[in-house]
């Protein structure tokens, strides 16, 4: 349920992304500070309502390591950020998804020969559907921009 929920997530938002860009001129920066506004009330609002906003600044605040590793994740986050909508921005949403799919399956293979994971028949059909699906998208999108 949950995978199925990122997915439906992961495919509204690049499309809804690519529709305010059209609409609206903005940029990825523009973007960015939007999107990452509405997260930061989220999670304000979530901390506030379980009581743990407080617990949160205090261990950030006593454990030097885990601020390094909070402000690490956050630069390498924002960097990713800016690649991603840069890539909607110029390609699409259809070329983005199709990177991002293309980056989960070869996280897929690398574990099966690395740790020795299995893929069972069904996810071998599920991936090679939803990329027939992917490329027909892409390549009926090329044809009809000629």
Same mark, same amino acid.
């Given at each position: 349920?949950?995978?199925?929920?990122?997915?439906?997530?992961?495919?509204?938002?690049?499309?809804?992304?690519?529709?305010?860009?059209?609409?609206?001129?903005?940029?990825? !920066?523009?973007?960015?500070?939007?999107?990452?506004?509405?997260?930061?009330?989220?999670?304000?609002?979530?901390?506030?309502?379980?009581?743990?906003?407080?617990?949160?600044?205090?261990?950030?605040?006593?454990?030097?390591?885990? !601020?390094?590793?909070?402000?690490?994740?956050?630069?390498?986050?924002?960097?990713?950020?800016?690649?991603?909508?840069?890539?909607?921005?110029?390609?699409?949403?259809?070329?983005?998804?199709?990177?991002?799919?293309?980056?989960?399956?070869?996280?897929?293979?690398?574990?099966?020969?690395? !740790?020795?994971?299995?893929?069972?028949?069904?996810?071998?059909?599920?991936?090679?559907?939803?990329?027939?699906?992917? !490329?027909?998208?892409?390549?009926?999108?090329?044809?009809?921009?000629?």
């Amino acid at each position: 349920i949950l995978l199925g929920m990122s997915l439906t997530c992961d495919s509204f938002r690049s499309q809804w992304q690519d529709k305010v860009y059209k609409a609206h001129k903005v940029t990825q !920066f523009q973007m960015m500070l939007g999107i990452n506004c509405w997260s930061i009330t989220f999670t304000l609002l979530s901390l506030l309502q379980s009581g743990e906003g407080l617990a949160s600044l205090s261990f950030i605040m006593n454990e030097p390591a885990a !601020f390094a590793d909070v402000l690490t994740l956050s630069i390498c986050s924002a960097t990713g950020q800016l690649f991603i909508f840069y890539t909607i921005k110029t390609f699409g949403p259809v070329i983005f998804t199709i990177m991002m799919t293309t980056r989960q399956m070869l996280s897929m293979v690398l574990s099966c020969f690395l !740790f020795g994971h299995a893929l069972g028949a069904m996810s071998v059909v599920g991936s090679g559907v939803v990329f027939a699906v992917l !490329f027909y998208r892409s390549n009926r999108k090329m044809r009809s921009s000629r």
